[in-house]
């Protein structure tokens, strides 16, 4: 056999081994302090210990400090395979924690203890992110055990804190390390749909507001003698949301809707009782616009029609931004992306397109440092919800997907 007929046909003698290390991982809960765990510590700790007794031996540690936690410190550990010829290294890169079970009444299972049945692993974090963490150890696997060298280094990337906004994961490395390069190839098996298809190139940019507005308080029965805040907002929120068309006319077909969403969302209580018109008032708009507008351009277009409003309804107003987020697109003729979608029709016979999301994911960081990635695994979804699942044919398939990538000349 080749290298490439001998890696796959370790993969397919596999599944004792993956059932092995979603078990052993899950029964360790990687929960950040914000959920009221320690971190990842002894998960990672526990999937180096298996690394190393397996053969997969060049490791190092780039931890984030985190007094919080007992250890005092996050774990962002990778793993390396050594290729013949500098450049073009391949990354595959997984988070260790997940988030809490949530109601354990709606579990048929333990969450935090695999259980294999009908061919998926049950649990918490079998799906997120252990399916992608797993395929690409598996896939680096095979390559150990049958002493193949891939043409260019492959680094397998175990990061912290993806579940809370990766200050002490892929955040904290991007400014601390310098890690990447230029035409290194990154994938990020942490989303993607049941037919393997969708390869997310592109997300939106994200700003959450809140809106805050200050009037005049009166009895709602002569109304002339104030100035309603909370009136004044629904005027605001309705010009927010004609912005979509007004402001924001570009579509881009990757996307799913197609256009920017400006979609006002939570209001804040203002007056407790009916015949009071209220002088402060604040409400919360949802944000994600195509790529091709700045979030600065959408603050400044939102301050246009505040100041529209102050006018109209003799209020002030200011903002609050919550969150902001944004990050080019990766080309969707990127070498990772066509090296990637080549291998995703080798292994399961469809053609992988590009897509756009509006949810944010690590990417985003990546593609604002300049560095293009993929967000992709053939997954259905389970993630954070109770009876999380992950198919033991995926994971085994995405490690397949994962070896023809390593395997490739490129």
Known sequence: MNNMESALAFLEKSEAGVIELEKLLTAIPALAPESGGDGEWKKAEALEAWLKARGIVDLEHHDSPDNRVSDGKRPNMIATIKGKSPGK?????????????GDRSLWETEPFQAVVKDGRIYGRGVEDNQQGLISSVFAALSLVENKITPEHDVMLLFV???EFGSVYGI?????N????KKDDLIVIPDGGKPDGTEIETAEKNICWLKVITKGKQCHASRPDDGANAFLANCELALAFNRMEDETFPDRDPIFDPRRSTITPTKKDANVPNINTVPADDAFYTDMRILPQYSVDFVLAECRKRMDEVEKKYGVTMKYEVIQRNESPATPVNAPVVTLLARAVEETYG??????GIG???VGAYLRTAGYPCVVWSK?????????EYAKIENILGDAKVFVRMMLAER
């Open 89 to 101: 290294r391949l990354w595959i890169m997984a988070h260790t924690d997940v988030v809490p079970e």
């Open 160 to 162: 912290a804190d993806e």
């Open 171 to 175: 955040q904290w490395l991007l400014a």
């Open 177 to 180: 390390r310098s890690l990447f």
């Open 350 to 355: 469809v053609k992988g397109k590009a897509v």
């Open 359 to 361: 949810g944010g994911t």
């Open 379 to 387: 997954q259905d979804e389970t993630m954070h919800a109770p009876n």
